[in-house]
């Protein structure tokens, strides 16, 4: 290969993402998109309004995020006595009684993780919104980390749902999701979102176009 | 591939786009919205809904947990324990909890709140189900302004004004075997119980608390007569031989009032909750023949 890298978009190409036909592109009057002359698929030369559709998401997941910490997320009703725990009562409770490993892990997947990715996904979508140079390759890293570690969070909502399905014993013994346990799915769902939503190429699309 | 990237010469391998018209609306923007409308929604709700707090202390906390522990009133749950710590003299344990916000108007001058304990004494079970569900703090509403610290009492209160009915203070100069939880009887029918005892304010006597159910009320009149009809009354007479007397197994273990009331024209009229009456120590053997006819209380059938 030459020297020069040469991206698709800086050759005015793209590729149908239906046929995989390769295209030119040309630009777009205001209110006019492009189609495949082939298949008739949309083409678009990058996530259609990526940095938007990520900071909706990314918005809605950080009002989610508030209510996932402050309500319970899990209740245990035992003889008619009803016990309710936040994310962060059930750290400290961990803590407490001696299990600080699990009390850490806990509080790493449900309390870090989705913060660093609200706080890293809005950090790539603000570098790219200043047409940022900086390390390019390095924010892509992020992204991709971002992208790998969302779905983990999940974790939390299953063994909820687990023991919610399995510890059905009436008067003695009932778990209970309560309202954080819903705030927190739709965070790490709306992250998760968000991630796929937002396109890397963009990172690269101001970062010149030979590197390295 | 210079030919390829030179757009204005392209060969005909490579086509260019077709270009149609796009409708330019974000639908993705519903999406805070909607996460906007509920998160401000939840604030709304909890604040709307936030528990009035209140403060209580007890001399002693065992089984009150912060965040498990609730305060009940008639059975129902009302409030929840938030955290139990020593009090700053390290004398009292001072309970933080919050009342849900509907029920806000218990917490007022002369509330009362007491720990629900199982407790077994003679003739007198009572809070079992905590032996289960753990204790809980019961509270029951006084009639002064709101307010938000208490002290919390060590017993449950003698004359439990809960439930209606009438309540009664029998004056007696010795206790006997009566002891709360005893029954009150009519015509050997238990209509009451008796709440608890005390020695009156100067000791020269004894308060017996007694509470008659709210249909049996009626019966009570101005001259009724009150005797203690604890244990066994045995009379070993030449002619009448052994005559052993109880009025019941409960009455022989826990003690127990009677009352008769006299025929109608001398019955009186129906006393209040708080009348005095006499105890005499036992009956005098006109009363046993009284029979006034009187109606009961709407509430019979209970």
């Known amino acids: 290969m030459s020297a020069t890298r040469t991206t698709a978009a800086g050759a005015s190409l793209v590729r149908c993402p239906s046929c995989d036909l390769l295209c030119g592109m040309k630009p777009l009057p205001p209110g006019s998109r492009a189609r495949c002359p082939r298949c008739g698929a949309a083409i678009r030369p990058r996530k259609p309004d990526s940095l938007a559709r990520t900071w909706a998401l990314l918005i809605a997941a950080a009002i989610f995020y508030i209510p996932a910490n402050v309500y319970p997320v899990m209740m245990i009703e035992s003889f008619g006595t009803t016990s309710a725990d936040t994310i962060m009562g059930g750290v400290k409770e961990l803590v407490a009684t001696g299990s600080w490993p699990i009390g850490l892990l806990l509080f790493f997947a449900s309390f870090c993780v989705p913060m660093l990715k609200l706080f890293g996904l809005a950090c790539l979508l603000m570098s790219v919104k200043r047409r940022s140079s900086w390390r390019p390759r390095q924010r892509t890293v992020w992204y991709r980390l971002i992208e790998v570690i969302g779905r983990w969070s999940m974790l939390d909502i299953f063994t909820l749902s687990i023991m919610v399905a399995l510890l059905k014993m009436g008067a003695l013994l009932t778990v209970v999701p309560g309202i954080g346990a819903g705030a927190f799915a739709a965070v790490v769902v709306l992250t998760m979102c968000a991630a796929i939503s937002f396109d890397p190429r963009l990172i690269w699309d101001d970062a010149g176009e030979t590197v390295r | ?302």
């Open chain 2, 1 to 302: 591939m210079n030919a390829l990237v030179d757009g204005a010469s392209r060969d005909g391998g490579i086509p260019e786009v077709a270009v149609t018209k796009q409708g330019r609306f974000s639908i993705i923007w519903i999406i805070p919205l909607i996460a906007a409308g509920i998160g401000g929604w939840l604030a709304y709700k909890s604040y709307a809904d936030r528990g009035v707090p209140i403060t209580i202390t007890f001399s002693d906390g065992t089984g009150i947990a912060g965040g498990k522990t609730q305060v009940r009133y008639k059975g129902l749950t009302v409030g929840q324990v938030d955290s139990v710590r020593l009090g700053s003299n390290d004398t009292r344990v001072v309970v933080h909890a919050t009342l849900e916000k509907s029920v806000g108007g218990l917490a007022r001058g002369g509330s009362q709140f007491w720990v629900v304990r199982p407790r077994i004494g003679q003739g007198h079970v009572s809070g079992l189900g905590t032996i289960l569900s753990g204790e809980y703090i019961q509270v029951r509403p006084g009639k002064g302004a709101r307010a938000t610290s208490f002290t919390g009492l060590e017993e449950p209160p003698l004359i439990d004004e809960d439930s209606r009915g009438l309540r009664l203070i029998l004056k007696t100069d010795q206790l006997g075997s009566l002891q709360a939880g005893a029954p009150v009887y009519y015509r050997e029918v238990v209509v009451g119980s008796v709440s608890g005892c005390r020695l009156t304010d100067a000791a020269d006597g004894v308060n017996v608390y007694a509470f008659i159910e709210e249909n049996y009320a009626p019966l009570v009149r101005e001259n009724t007569r009150f005797w203690n009809a604890s244990g066994v009354d045995v009379k070993l007479g030449l002619l009448s031989g052994l005559d052993v007397d109880i009025e019941s197994l409960r009455a022989f273990l826990a003690g127990g009032v009677a009352f008769a009331t006299p025929d109608n024209r001398d019955m009186g009229t129906q006393v209040s909750d708080g009348a005095v009456f006499t105890l005499y120590r036992e009956p005098n053997y006109r009363w046993l023949t009284w029979k006034p006819k009187i109606p009961l209380g709407a509430g019979e059938g209970n």
